[in-house]
């Protein structure tokens, strides 16, 4: 063995304030109210306000390794908790505000928080389950709206207020007070639990390394691209999966940030976008439907020459959106695939030099794609039995991942059953992966539909459906059948004023798909329903509509 003669430097979050500091210290961050006014702070002040929030907490009695509960949208003060109570050696624990009470409850007792910071538009949530909590002692709101804060409360911003920050020198001095002590970088920085849609929520800790190393690559030029000239709105909400790493992204690179706080409808969105000059903006796929249908309805209302790239994940984005937002607006869409438990990002949908040769096309099926994997995320497939399948773009089998930011176990060793033998997360999902290594997915493994043996994937028949002119969102499930076992149900949502005749859109997705695929039945509702993260909850679909086939 020879030894390399570098210094073993921790990656840690602590630096990133640091930095922010040193280097970008007029960069700013905007967050918007309910009162949908904007105020700004720089990330010297920021930097300030999250040392100060650091020693409020260590007076509180709050120490290294101790988990601080968020319950918060998207603003600086939630920034200064992703920032300040790791940077002090303490774990922030983000609680996602779509939660039922009692799986709030839930989640925050096995996480065991001693303290949660609130904001005081979402109290009357928190009273709900307040009564619950076993360990937390100490509760801090964010004055959001500029209410009163009342006792056995504390408020927040008075608290951060009434502290002195150590003064600086210039530079990297190192620094004193609650950020002097040395983290390691593999202690945890921060908890996010999984949705839980079977049993309970399962905790995965992000350490500060894994949150550096997926911040590095995940702003290179080929992933989401980051840097100091950004303008970058995450609307993915911060209490879930870490705003997929996006403030930690920005921050590294010193680019302005703005949070949106609680006004996510697209008219709201698109004003910010203009306001603030976004360059990327980041959230699901309801988002950007939504904003695209804003955007076709008026076409020239709004001024986005600013913006970059839109980063689009969490549930597929179907191709018709891609193509719609580049076609009718010039607006470029990045795909993007990750999970809770992959710190999130694991593929980004960035086209090689190999697939642009080949045309449109293959440049439109790549960027609809999951994407490739980022840079030390590394994937392959595997069948029922745990045979790896080839990367032929064919061949159906469950994801498999594995990396730096990939987690190896659950908080408290739950869901084993998720990890292989020889180090690998089960992902659930069902992909193909292709020869360039593009992974697409087919299925979530409990929403697959076997058909006499085969597998049918809902995925591509919804956003075939999607691309339908009637069609806002389809979800397609699967339905019990005496013959078949299963056949797929198409659950069909008409954009406002439209509709269309169920033979159409079986024509329609005959050009497409073989004659098996096709949906069985039609059902039109008004809503697809949805779980705590955005995603088509089809267990519900298949409780009210999957015998249908057995009755008809
Ligand atoms: P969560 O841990 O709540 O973020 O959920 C992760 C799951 O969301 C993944 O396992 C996928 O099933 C789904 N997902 C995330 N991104 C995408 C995407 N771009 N396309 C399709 N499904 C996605």
Request: net charge negative; proline share 7%; aromatic share 8%.
């Amino acid at each position: 063995m020879f030894d390399g003669t570098m210094m073993g430097f921790p990656l840690s979050i602590g630096h990133l304030l640091e930095r922010g500091r040193a280097i970008f210290p007029d960069s700013e961050v905007v967050s918007r109210g309910p009162d949908k006014r904007t105020r700004s702070q720089t990330y010297e002040q920021t930097y300030a306000r999250s040392e100060k929030l650091a020693r409020a907490l260590g007076r509180l009695g709050v120490r290294p390794g101790d988990r601080i509960a968020t319950l918060s949208w998207n603003h600086a003060q939630h920034l200064e908790c992703y920032l300040g109570i790791p940077a002090m050696g303490a774990v922030v624990h983000t609680l996602n505000i779509r939660l039922p009470p009692s799986e709030l409850a839930y989640i925050t007792n096995h996480a065991e928080d001693v303290a949660v910071v609130v904001d005081r538009t979402l109290l009357p949530l928190f009273e709900k389950f307040r009564s619950e909590l076993k360990t937390v002692k100490h509760i801090l709101v964010v004055r959001d709206d500029g209410g009163p804060i009342e006792p056995p409360f504390l408020d927040y911003d008075a608290l951060v207020d009434a502290e002195t920050a150590c003064p600086r020198a210039v530079g990297f001095t190192p620094p004193e007070g609650p950020f002097a002590a040395t983290v390691d970088e593999n202690q945890a920085a921060m908890i996010c639990y999984t949705s839980g849609t079977t049993g309970n929520p399962k905790g995965v800790a992000y350490s500060h390394r894994s949150t550096i190393l997926h911040a590095m690559v995940g702003s290179m030029r080929d992933m989401m691209g980051i840097g100091c000239d950004d303008v970058v709105l995450p609307v993915v909400p911060m209490f879930h999966a870490a705003a997929w790493g996006l403030p930690y992204m920005a921050y590294l690179n010193g680019a302005k940030l703005v949070f949106p706080g609680c006004h996510l409808d697209p008219e709201s969105l698109l004003d910010l976008m203009v306001s603030q000059r976004v360059t990327l903006a980041a959230g699901v796929p309801t988002i950007w439907n939504g904003i695209l249908a804003k955007l076709d309805a008026e076409p020239k209302r709004w001024d986005l020459s600013s913006v970059r790239t839109m980063i689009i994940g969490g549930s597929a984005a179907p191709a018709s959106m891609i193509e719609g937002f580049e076609k009718r607006h010039g607006l470029v869409v990045t795909h993007a695939w990750g999970m809770t438990e992959t710190n999130p990002l694991g593929t980004l949908a960035r086209v090689v030099q190999k697939v642009r040769v080949r045309g449109e096309e293959a440049i439109l099926s790549a960027r609809a794609s999951q994407g490739i994997p980022a840079a030390f995320v590394e994937t392959r497939h595997v069948d029922d039995s745990g045979q790896i399948l080839p990367w032929d773009g064919a061949k159906m089998g469950e994801l498999e991942v594995r990396g730096p930011w990939v987690t190896r176990s659950y908080v408290s060793g739950e869901g084993t059953d998720r990890f292989t033998e020889d180090g690998w997360f089960k992902t659930g999902d069902i992909v193909t992966i292709d020869a360039e290594g593009y992974v697409r997915i087919t299925d979530r493994s409990k929403d697959v539909i076997k058909s006499g043996g085969e597998w049918i994937s809902s995925v591509a028949l919804e956003n075939a459906l999607m691309a339908h002119p009637a069609v806002l969102e389809a979800a397609v499930f699967a339905g019990q059948h005496p013959k078949w076992g299963e056949r797929p149900i198409a659950a069909i949502v008409w954009k406002p004023g439209q509709t269309a005749p169920e033979s159409e859109l079986a024509a329609h997705l005959a050009e497409r798909f073989p004659k098996y695929w096709l949906p069985d039945h039609y059902v039109v509702i008004d809503q697809i329903p949805r779980n705590s993260t955005g995603k088509f909850l089809k267990s519900k679909l298949r409780d009210q509509y999957g015998d249908v086939l057995v009755a008809k």
